[in-house]
């Protein structure tokens, strides 16, 4: 499945999580509150459920206005304030958590997957396989943020690269392959 399309009609997100796309910076806000109302997304309320192919077609307005950096730095929003239960107290776990997260904020039907493939601690990487219809430098911003903020504290290193020699969403493909190193 390609980037910005829906998996199945009649799939809602969350208000909160459009408003955090929203505010995740001050440059480009009227912009991106534009796109949304033009796709009739113009009122929203944190509590309320919205059509998940409208806000993909806002989000592909924002992509070709704003383009990859902003993607990439509104994906590092999603995750940056967010409260963490007590058990996510590693890197692994919170990695985990990212498709916990997709799915509360998501409903009434398929909406793909963040599955964590392969976790090796000793050797400092990570694998994450993102199966989703949303724009894969938002996806690899949302990774980097949880990595940033769970990697021990003895690393000095935090990447997240999208795996060139594996499918991409970019290229019409189903997925995107993370290789995540600290």
């Known amino acids: 499945m390609t980037q910005f399309v829906p998996f199945e009609k009649g799939v809602e997100v969350n208000g909160q999580t459009i408003l955090a796309v929203v505010y995740a910076l001050h440059a480009g806000r009227d912009t991106r509150w534009g796109i949304l109302e033009k796709h009739g997304l113009g009122n929203i309320q944190p509590d309320q459920w919205y059509s998940q192919e409208k806000w993909l077609n806002a989000?592909?307005?924002?992509?070709?206005?704003?383009?990859?950096?902003?993607?990439?730095v509104i994906g590092k929003a999603i995750?940056?304030?967010?409260?963490?239960?007590?058990?996510?107290?590693?890197?692994?776990?919170?990695?985990?958590s990212i498709d916990i997260a997709y799915h509360m904020n998501h409903r009434g039907g398929e909406i793909g997957s963040y599955k964590l493939t392969s976790f090796d601690a000793a050797k400092r990487e990570a694998i994450m396989v993102c199966h989703n219809p949303y724009p894969s430098e938002f996806d690899r911003g949302i990774i980097t943020t949880m990595l940033r903020k769970f990697k021990p504290k003895d690393s000095y290193i935090a990447e997240v690269n999208l795996d060139q020699t594996k499918e991409t969403r970019q290229e019409g493909k189903e997925t995107c392959t993370y290789i995540i190193t600290w």
């Open 59 to 72: 989000f592909r307005d924002i992509s070709k206005h704003l383009g990859d950096p902003t993607l990439f």
């Open 79 to 96: 995750p940056e304030n967010a409260l963490f239960p007590p058990e996510i107290d590693s890197l692994e776990k919170a990695l985990n």
